[in-house]
């Protein structure tokens, strides 16, 4: 199952919206006063959680991928990947805003001292540099194989996600633990393939029978 | 209205009983915001002349703050009682779990009058008061809320403490078929020094805004220690027990780095992982600086006279 090209863009045309909804119910939720006792609060506690599950979603790509045979769904992945910097970048700026108020030496104090918001600004800060580089022309200008390695970055970022809202919980780490455990399970999914090829070639008979995905670079947009 | 005026006739300005009608029109806004179109129907004059508070007359004390209270809604739906869910939103959905009705609260351990008292029996004890405290959450979150009770020291006082009693400890209403299951080691209790449960401040509350307490503020009895953060405050009491050791209490078990007997507030002395100089009141948009014991240091900052407030945390 390959979707034509305007379907495809139909299909990112309605992902799209559907990212930008969480954004929405907020927004709205702001402005109906919707969001109980605390709006503060639940704005960033909202974006935060909206950037691990994009971050999640993200890394769900692959695994899909492989499993379904759905190669184009790659081609969602940027969207994805872009969707968890804008809800970070939205969830630092709640903090920034709305939380301290452009208190900056209480911001430069609290990410000095506190673990738990050091980690989180460190995912964000590493978050970054995917984001300035998720174009077309710089995945050439990088080349695939370098641009590759840097998007890796997303497995350290992801689980500093997960540190950073484990330790800002005060007692039932039920969240925390769900997104944990998803987040290991993608990676350790990763781990696994890679020993399962590792041990092929180790083998000796390593005959590409299929097309190989490993190791090479798909091209990941389109022409 | 005999109750009191029995046994403290000065008390009683009629100036300063909270006339019914202030919590009637708060009742009415609150069904308002609900069905504005309702409420409108219904003829002003009529909405007023209704029933006294269901709590009978309530005296207004001098130990209230006069700042702005926090809305009734935002007090009974933001609410931290893990027994009823541990979202702050899940406690005014659950409020069916907790049935306040029968209650009673045993008072024992080291008193030489042990005794049961039904709730009825508590709300007669001693004139109703309204009590406006500043109420900060560990969280780092505040509000202001008109509770009503009675003194805690009026209780203690009935069960005459022996002398080797040093400590209080309360314990909250624990149903394990109905109620969160793990987090903390149920049931809750919370604990306090004899001096400081004896405190003209520290409360028993049986209600909120004049009206009955809501099961989700810890219906229907609870306590309130309006200078020390908000979980010091047990919920739902089901016992009071003297001491002569200092209990252990539920969060002290659950993180003893991150929460201490005393639990005073203190902007000076950070919860491990977040700062305590600030809190957010709630319906407020910036924060403001955290006092030092909620405010309430000329009351209670001798009951800690030459302690190192860092180490007793």
């Known amino acids: ?223 | 209205m005999p109750i009191m005026l029995l046994r403290r006739p000065d008390d009683i300005l009629p100036s300063e009983i909270t006339p019914p009608g202030v919590y009637e029109d708060r009742r009415r806004f609150i069904a308002m915001a609900g069905s504005i179109a309702l409420a409108g129907a219904l003829p002003a004059g009529k909405a007023r002349a209704t029933t006294p508070s269901p709590l009978g007359p309530i005296v207004k004390s001098p130990l209230s703050t006069v700042e702005s209270q926090t809305a009734y809604k935002a007090i009974t739906t933001y609410n931290n009682f893990y027994e009823l869910g541990t979202d702050k939103g899940d406690p005014a959905l659950n409020t069916h779990k907790l049935k306040p009705t029968p209650w009673a609260v045993r008072i024992e351990g080291l008193v030489n009058k042990p005794r049961t008292f039904g709730i009825d029996e508590i709300l007669k004890l001693a004139p109703l008061e309204e009590r406006i405290y500043r109420m900060r959450c560990v969280e780092g979150w505040s509000m202001v809320i008109p509770w009503v009770g009675i003194p805690l020291a009026t209780l203690l006082k009935l069960a005459d403490p022996q002398g080797s009693a040093r400590f209080v400890e309360f314990i909250s209403h624990y149903d394990k078929a109905t109620m969160t299951r793990g987090v903390l080691d149920w049931p809750y209790n919370e604990a306090l020094r004899l001096d400081e449960a004896r405190h003209p401040l520290t409360l028993l509350a049986v209600g909120l805004y004049g009206e009955v307490l809501p099961i989700q503020n810890g219906a229907p009895v609870r306590l309130v220690v309006p200078w020390k953060y908000g979980f010091k405050s047990g919920k739902s009491i089901v016992a009071i027990r003297l001491t002569e050791k200092q209990p252990v209490t539920a969060w002290m078990k659950a993180g003893p780095s991150e929460y201490g007997f005393y639990s005073n507030v203190n902007p000076d002395v950070d919860h491990p992982r977040w700062s305590q100089a600030t809190e957010r009141r709630i319906g407020e948009f910036s924060k403001r600086k955290t006092l030092m014991f909620n405010g309430y240091a000329d009351q209670v900052a001798s009951l800690y006279t030459g302690m190192d407030l860092r180490r007793n945390f």
């Open chain 1, 1 to 223: 199952m390959t979707p034509g090209k305007t379907s495809l863009a139909a299909i990112k045309a309605a992902l799209f919206l559907l990212c930008l909804t969480p954004a929405f119910l907020l927004w709205r939720g702001l402005e109906m006063d919707s969001l109980g006792a605390n709006p503060i609060e639940a704005l960033t506690r909202s974006t935060g959680e909206w950037t691990l599950r994009f971050l999640l979603i993200t890394l769900m790509v692959t695994p899909l991928r492989k499993l379904t045979g759905w190669h184009w769904i790659l081609r969602l992945r940027r969207m994805l990947g872009l969707f968890a910097f804008a809800y970070g970048t939205a969830h630092l700026t709640t903090y920034v805003w709305l939380d301290q108020f452009f208190d900056w030496e209480a911001i430069a104090r609290d990410i000095l001292k506190r673990p738990f918001i050091t980690i989180g600004f460190v995912a964000l800060v590493l978050m970054a540099p995917l984001a300035a580089t998720s174009s077309n022309f710089a995945i050439r200008r990088l080349g695939g194989r370098r641009w590759q390695a840097l998007h890796r970055a997303i497995y350290p970022i992801v689980l500093l996600g997960c540190v950073h809202f484990w330790w800002l919980v005060k007692k039932d780490i039920t969240w925390p633990l769900i997104y944990t455990v998803i987040a290991i399970a993608l990676l350790g999914l990763r781990a696994w393939w890679r020993e399962q090829e590792r041990r092929k070639q180790l083998a000796g008979g390593y005959l590409p029978q299929q097309p190989q995905y490993q190791g090479k670079v798909i091209k990941i947009f389109a022409r």
